[in-house]
């Protein structure tokens, strides 16, 4: 057998129990850590806004990061289905705060218990996540990365409106 049929063996047989152990269901999280970056992304009260961006008006951090819906997150639930290593590459945007605010949001902000027992930020019963692919504020590049990831928008909705999705492979070939 050829080195290069050896090493697509190797590679291919240690991408699948890599998916088999980390990814593919929802619930179960993810697959690849972020590049850096931090585990969450803290909010205080107040700090959560709009600004625009090239989908449109969308939701941000108070550094202008962009925020994100996960289509595995089910409304309503009292947990974030982005667990273990997805929580590294889509941080929860949490907060301290009893009530946290958003402003210039008309849906309905609330929290869950996130990943160590923080805050996870809410809107409209959907968690809330930054980007760790997302380098400066107004950057959108997880805008419908996997086909599941969304920015949101000032009414709480998910804007599935994409411009070129961006390469997963870039971030090990997962959507998570």
């Given at each position: 057998?050829?080195?290069?049929?050896?090493l697509w063996l190797a590679g291919s047989a240690l991408a699948l129990a890599a998916l088999t152990a980390c990814?593919?269901?929802?619930?179960?999280?993810?697959?690849?850590?972020?590049?850096?970056?931090?585990?969450?992304?803290?909010?205080?009260?107040?700090?959560?806004?709009?600004?625009?961006?090239?989908p449109g008006t969308i939701l941000v951090n108070g550094a202008g990061m962009t925020l994100y819906y996960y289509?595995?997150?089910?409304?309503?639930?009292?947990?974030?289905?982005?667990?273990?290593?997805?929580?590294?590459?889509?941080?929860?945007?949490?907060?301290?705060?009893?009530?946290?605010?958003?402003?210039?949001?008309?849906?309905?902000?609330?929290?869950?218990?996130?990943?160590?027992?923080?805050?996870?930020?809410?809107?409209?019963?959907?968690?809330?996540?930054?980007?760790?692919?997302?380098?400066?504020?107004?950057?959108?590049?997880?805008?419908?990365?996997?086909?599941?990831?969304?920015?949101?928008?000032?009414?709480?909705?998910?804007?599935?409106?994409?411009?070129?999705?961006?390469?997963?492979?870039?971030?090990?070939?997962?959507?998570?």
């Amino acid at each position: 057998m050829k080195n290069s049929t050896r090493l697509w063996l190797a590679g291919s047989a240690l991408a699948l129990a890599a998916l088999t152990a980390c990814g593919g269901t929802p619930g179960s999280g993810g697959l690849y850590g972020a590049p850096g970056g931090s585990s969450q992304s803290q909010a205080a009260a107040g700090t959560l806004h709009t600004a625009g961006t090239s989908p449109g008006t969308i939701l941000v951090n108070g550094a202008g990061m962009t925020l994100y819906y996960y289509d595995h997150d089910t409304k309503g639930e009292s947990a974030s289905a982005c667990t273990g290593p997805c929580i590294s590459l889509w941080p929860a945007v949490t907060t301290t705060a009893a009530t946290p605010t958003i402003e210039g949001v008309t849906g309905t902000v609330g929290t869950i218990t996130g990943t160590g027992g923080a805050k996870q930020v809410t809107l409209n019963g959907l968690p809330l996540y930054t980007f760790a692919g997302d380098k400066k504020p107004g950057d959108t590049t997880g805008q419908g990365y996997g086909g599941i990831w969304w920015v949101v928008g000032p009414d709480g909705a998910k804007v599935t409106s994409t411009s070129p999705m961006p390469s997963s492979s870039s971030y090990g070939g997962s959507a998570y």
